[in-house]
């Protein structure tokens, strides 16, 4: 994977995080059909495919999952980025 796409798919992934935390503080908690749409687009981008339905699925494990994608793609476990982050 080349740097640029390395970072497009970074970009696509915090897309989504974006979407989900801007849902969450709009008072949702299930990902809708609109959200869940634009989740698999940006997904699709970032070379995601998603196994499974996105809509009404609760934003936090959408959110774990992620966070999961960036840990992945940082070469790191999704517990070492935990650690950095202080969660």
């Known amino acids: 994977m080349t740097v640029r796409e390395h970072r497009l798919r970074q970009l696509a992934l915090d897309r989504c995080l974006q979407l989900l935390e801007e849902a969450q503080v709009g008072g949702r908690t299930r990902v809708d059909g609109p959200l ?18 996105l809509e009404g699925r609760r934003i936090d494990r959408v959110l774990d999952d992620i966070f999961a994608l960036q840990a992945q793609l940082l070469g790191q476990s999704p517990e070492d980025r935990r650690q950095r982050n202080g969660s």
């Open 36 to 53: 869940g749409a634009l989740l698999r687009r940006h997904l699709e981008r970032a070379g995601v495919i998603a196994d499974h339905r």
